[in-house]
């Protein structure tokens, strides 16, 4: 087949392109068996307008531009021309028929230029239908002409479907690849916003802690140092687990970490019916609830100048339900959605749950996640 010309790796198939030229080899039977000088020089002339034509095609492989078309067109033109007194140029319709298929997508119309080329066949039969005279076309010929133009076109029109196909499918393979890139990209931003976003604060509050009691209380003072050192630590560990796809340490390691960081704050946290040791979630849920509680608790420390925290995490309506409440100022944060609170609410609705917001006294997050969802 001629399907090769318009395969991909373009630099490539150029040159193996060059084969298909061994059909011209039928030119020349006839020449070979009839003898004459003047056969010769024609058959010779049109085989070098056709290698111009190939070489044309070839170098315009995969470039939508009109000359592929024009070029088709001549291949067609030369078989016309040729056949009536060379026979063996029915391997100029071959050619023209094999080409179709991979520069034009639409099948109707690549069957509908079969007809036509076809057509034109039998209508330079009934023109040149002379026996014995030096331009003539026989059914015979005729009939070969059509059938191996057919044969091989719509051998190709496959092959180019497939090429499309192919081509359609590694073009969406790039695009998903680009599009988990993006995920990812995201994922880590958020990660590493709700990780350093939470801790860095907490080193802060530690450390203009530790330096209102460097003269006071100079041993308390090196705790919060301390302190600071192991938060920074526990950073570094978190920002490493963030980037290589573990998200939390659970739920109620994240409420321990929020006592402290609240006690650090001067904030009361108080517990409302909070899971000791299993909460009855998979993992994905476990994690959305564990960040979330680490960004809320960080725009308390940071906005909210609240004295108490209430954190209330139970089932309800076959939901598992977190809120967290304070009774301090709304967050700036909060009322335009920054980045932390809309990484939050990404998270929460790729699970099917739902993120609510209340700014009557102080602030109450809600997040219900759907019970029973597979980890």
Request: aromatic share 8%; charged share 20%.
């Amino acid at each position: 087949m001629i399907s090769s010309v318009n395969n991909p790796r373009p630099n490539t198939k150029k040159r193996w392109a060059w084969m298909w030229l061994a059909y011209t080899g039928f030119l020349f039977i006839e020449p070979a068996m009839d003898p004459s000088r003047n056969l010769w020089l024609a058959t010779l002339a049109s085989f070098a307008i056709f290698v111009v034509i190939f070489a044309f095609y070839v170098s315009a492989y995969g470039e939508d531009r009109p000359i592929r078309f024009w070029l088709i067109a001549a291949t067609y033109v030369l078989g016309l021309a040729t056949f009536p007194w060379n026979q063996g140029a029915s391997t100029y319709f071959v050619y023209t028929a094999a080409f179709l298929p991979f520069a034009i997508a639409s099948v109707p119309r690549v069957l509908a230029l079969f007809a036509l080329e076809s057509g034109g066949i039998i209508a330079e039969h009934y023109i040149f239908n002379h026996p014995h005279t030096t331009f003539h076309v026989d059914w015979p010929n005729a009939i070969i002409a059509i059938g191996l133009s057919l044969v091989i076109g719509g051998s190709n029109i496959f092959f180019a479907e497939q090429k499309r196909h192919d081509c359609k499918l590694r073009l969406a393979q790039e695009q998903n690849v680009a599009l988990a890139a993006v995920a990812e990209r995201e994922r880590i931003a958020r990660d590493l916003h709700d990780v350093l976003g939470h801790t860095l604060s907490v080193i802060v509050l530690k450390a203009e802690l530790a330096g209102r009691l460097l003269d006071r209380d100079p041993a308390r003072a090196a705790l919060e140092i301390a302190d600071v050192e192991h938060t920074a630590r526990t950073a570094l560990a978190e920002v490493r687990e963030a980037i290589g796809g573990y998200r939390s340490r659970g739920l109620i390691a994240e409420i321990e970490a929020a006592r402290r960081t609240l006690d650090a704050a001067g904030v009361t946290l108080l517990c409302d019916a909070m899971p000791e040791t299993n909460t009855g979630l998979g993992a994905n849920e476990e994690t959305v609830l564990a960040l979330a509680l680490r960004e809320a608790v960080t725009n308390i420390v940071r906005h909210a100048q609240a004295t108490t925290c209430t954190l209330r995490f139970h089932i309800e309506d076959n939901q598992h339900r977190l809120s967290v409440e304070d009774n301090g100022n709304t967050p700036e944060t909060i009322l335009r959605e920054g980045n932390g609170l809309r990484g939050m609410r990404e998270r929460v609705e790729a699970l099917g749950g739902r993120l609510t917001l209340d700014h009557n006294a102080g602030t109450r997050l809600l997040i219900a996640l759907p019970a029973g969802r597979s980890t």
